[in-house]
């Protein structure tokens, strides 16, 4: 069964196809578990030649060592290539505005760029992380949107305001441990970190906990690390129709207790985004939000995980990371998985239509 065959027809936003892989949210709790059941499969059965002769082109903006290595490899173990290409670097800067003069450091359009790649590839991912200069501007997500406007192939986020790629691989490691989701407490945690990070992992980590039926509780240390509304928005909805539930806390005791997942994750406020150095003082009292087993101990037995690269001892404890309950291995190693199931879907749907 191919993925076009199994997306909500209700998805909304014209711009956000079918057959693109941009976001989670337009795509049913039933398209994405056919996904996590090949992936399963396609660990015990990785070599295959079902993509023999196809290309994807990785533009990556942002630097990458699991979403690189797991695209790259799993191409290949598909009997794909794919094309590793950096724009600014290896490759011509790219505008990706509408309507601009371009006179600044930018040599080609993302209309050039998508149209050449389509013609040369069976699909494109992207990795583009936000500017950190203006939150108004950098949630619209414009940056992959223009790639997939101007594409005539599939496109994959690989990271920008939202890290899908990410969500499946969370998914199969908490159903590859805890078997079925729903019903089971998640623990979205913020963390200490120096300096503000990209959202991205922990808008994902709040959506596919929530479409998966999960209670998830947002442990935040205050107020301004709430998430952007519109995937809080969204996670109510998905808890709403999955028969799950969503509670923000600030009470690391309450948050813990009972929990049967905790997953850690650093971000920046969103109220300080693009001023630093105020962000830096808002958030030097929080340094106790660090998982340690202290924590752990106030949990229904919990796994954890994190998305990595994670700074031991900041964002969590040696002892927490060297503990059999830690399972951020087996996420980072399900990325290849569930991208190569991704890759399945989406290039065969192409290459049959």
Same mark, same amino acid.
């Given at each position: 069964?191919?993925?076009?065959?199994?997306?909500?027809?209700?998805?909304?936003?014209?711009?956000?196809?079918?057959?693109?892989?941009?976001?989670?949210?337009?795509?049913?709790?039933?398209?994405?578990?056919?996904?996590?059941?090949?992936?399963?499969?396609?660990?015990?059965?990785?070599?295959?030649?079902?993509?023999?002769?196809?290309?994807?082109?990785?533009?990556?903006?942002?630097?990458?060592?699991?979403?690189?290595?797991?695209?790259?490899?799993?191409?290949?173990?598909?009997?794909?290539?794919?094309?590793?290409?950096?724009?600014?670097?290896?490759?011509?800067?790219?505008?990706?505005?509408?309507?601009?003069?371009?006179?600044?450091?930018?040599?080609?359009?993302?209309?050039?760029?998508?149209?050449?790649?389509?013609?040369?590839?069976?699909?494109?991912?992207?990795?583009?992380?936000?500017?950190?200069?203006?939150?108004?501007?950098?949630?619209?997500?414009?940056?992959?949107?223009?790639?997939?406007?101007?594409?005539?192939?599939?496109?994959?986020?690989?990271?920008?305001?939202?890290?899908?790629?990410?969500?499946?691989?969370?998914?199969?490691?908490?159903? *590859?441990?805890?078997?079925?989701?729903? @019903?089971?407490? #998640? =623990?979205?945690?913020?963390? $200490?970190?120096?300096? &503000? !990070?990209?959202?991205?992992?922990?808008?994902?980590?709040?959506?596919?906990?929530?479409?998966?039926?999960?209670?998830?509780?947002?442990?935040?240390?205050?107020?301004?690390?709430?998430?952007?509304?519109?995937?809080?928005?969204?996670?109510?909805?998905?808890?709403?129709?999955?028969?799950?539930?969503?509670?923000?806390?600030? *009470?690391?005791?309450?948050?813990?207790? @009972?929990?049967? #997942? =905790?997953?850690?994750?650093? $971000?920046?406020?969103? &109220? !300080?985004?693009?001023?630093?150095?105020?962000?830096?003082?808002?958030?030097?009292?929080?340094?106790?939000?660090?998982?340690?087993?202290?924590?752990?101990?106030?949990?229904?037995?919990?796994?954890?995980?994190?998305?990595?690269?994670?700074?031991?001892?900041?964002?969590?404890?040696?002892?927490?990371?060297?503990?059999?309950?830690?399972?951020?291995?087996?996420?980072?190693?399900?990325?290849?998985?569930?991208?190569?199931?991704?890759?399945?879907?989406?290039?065969?749907?192409?290459?049959?239509?």
């Amino acid at each position: 069964m191919l993925i076009g065959d199994l997306i909500d027809p209700h998805i909304t936003g014209k711009l956000l196809s079918m057959r693109h892989f941009l976001s989670t949210v337009d795509w049913s709790r039933e398209t994405l578990q056919t996904l996590l059941d090949q992936a399963a499969e396609l660990r015990q059965r990785p070599i295959s030649d079902r993509l023999k002769g196809r290309t994807i082109a990785l533009l990556f903006l942002n630097p990458s060592m699991r979403t690189r290595a797991s695209f790259e490899i799993g191409a290949f173990q598909l009997g794909a290539h794919a094309v590793i290409l950096e724009p600014g670097k290896a490759a011509w800067g790219i505008e990706f505005e509408a309507g601009v003069v371009m006179d600044g450091a930018a040599e080609e359009h993302i209309a050039e760029v998508a149209g050449v790649l389509s013609r040369y590839c069976d699909a494109i991912g992207l990795r583009a992380f936000p500017l950190f200069k203006d939150w108004s501007s950098d949630r619209q997500d414009r940056v992959i949107k223009a790639l997939a406007e101007h594409s005539r192939v599939p496109v994959i986020n690989m990271e920008t305001i939202v890290h899908p790629c990410q969500e499946l691989a969370l998914m199969r490691t908490i159903q *590859d441990h805890l078997g079925q989701p729903d @019903g089971k407490k #998640f =623990v979205l945690t913020w963390t $200490w970190h120096p300096r &503000p !990070l990209n959202t991205a992992v922990a808008n994902s980590a709040l959506l596919i906990a929530s479409k998966f039926g999960m209670d998830v509780t947002l442990l935040i240390p205050h107020d301004d690390y709430l998430l952007d509304e519109q995937f809080t928005d969204a996670a109510y909805a998905n808890a709403d129709a999955a028969g799950g539930s969503l509670d923000i806390s600030t *009470d690391i005791e309450s948050a813990y207790q @009972g929990a049967d #997942f =905790v997953y850690a994750k650093s $971000w920046g406020a969103l &109220p !300080l985004y693009g001023r630093p150095e105020e962000e830096a003082r808002l958030r030097e009292p929080y340094r106790h939000f660090i998982v340690d087993s202290h924590k752990m101990a106030l949990t229904n037995n919990a796994l954890f995980s994190h998305c990595l690269p994670l700074r031991r001892n900041i964002k969590a404890t040696d002892e927490v990371m060297d503990a059999d309950y830690c399972v951020a291995l087996d996420e980072a190693e399900n990325r290849l998985h569930v991208q190569k199931a991704l890759l399945l879907n989406l290039m065969e749907r192409r290459g049959e239509g």
